[in-house]
């Protein structure tokens, strides 16, 4: 099946700070990618919808000012945490949609836990 | 309230015992999902339902679609300790940009 790679893993940060996550589909491009936040023993929560070459989409309650992101090519998305503070600990995780194939069909990447002290 | 209902929240059982997990909503996915996400790592999918009725077989895993696509069910038979994990379901609404809604989760421990 589709790959797709986050990177970081892991990233422990000062509060203040930002932290880019990348999120990468490796055998696929990918028009469209997702970025979601996880609590702990929690269930994911849809962040942005992330289009290539366009301005992400971002769900109600999300500020797009804090959490930048680009989708400069069909292989890669970025997100980026501004100005990270404590509660912005989280693992947070990005999923590709191939161009071609099942019109509903993602492919999840392993995920990037960050803490902010 | 979310959109997708998921029962139960937490499942522990002993191996070798059968069990259900349900995904429920008042509305209607073009196509719904099932995940298992293991401690630190992404979802992985398990089975893709987009027919009312539908019935698919993983295994011991069987998944089932509602007729009229509201709700879904996850039956494993004789579980093992290895489907220890987070289900999740998840489901396209029509019109959603391929948008996933997921469920809260139910969290299954198979104890030896």
């Known amino acids: 099946g589709a790959v797709v790679s986050q990177h970081p893993s892991r990233v422990i940060c000062k509060s203040g700070t930002s932290v880019k996550i990348e999120c990468r589909s490796l055998d696929f491009q990918a028009t469209t990618m997702f970025w979601y936040r996880q609590f702990p023993k929690k269930s994911l929560m849809l962040m942005a919808t992330s289009n290539e070459g366009s301005k992400a989409t971002y769900e109600q309650g999300v500020e797009k000012d804090k959490f930048l992101i680009n989708h400069a090519s069909l292989t890669l998305s970025t997100l980026t945490v501004t100005s990270a503070h404590p509660e912005d600990s989280s693992f947070y995780i990005c999923?590709?949609?191939?161009?071609?194939?099942?019109?509903?069909?993602?492919?999840f990447g392993p995920g990037t836990r960050l803490t902010v002290l | 309230t979310q959109l997708l209902e998921q029962s139960p929240q937490f499942l522990s059982i002993q191996e070798g015992e059968n069990l259900t997990v349900y995904c429920n909503s008042s509305?209607?996915?073009?196509?719904l999902q099932w995940y298992r996400q293991e401690p630190g790592e992404g979802p992985v999918l398990l089975v893709t339902v987009v027919t009312g009725g539908e019935v698919k077989k993983l295994k011991r895993l069987t998944f089932q679609f509602g007729d009229a696509r509201k709700d879904s069910s996850l039956h494993i038979t004789a579980a093992q300790p290895g489907d220890t994990g987070l289900y999740l379901c998840a489901g396209e609404l029509d019109n959603a940009g391929n948008m996933l809604t997921f469920g809260g989760g139910t969290r299954l421990m198979v104890k030896p």
């Open positions: 999923s590709a949609r191939p161009g071609q194939g099942p019109d509903n069909e993602q492919f």
């Open positions: 509305s209607v996915f073009s196509s």
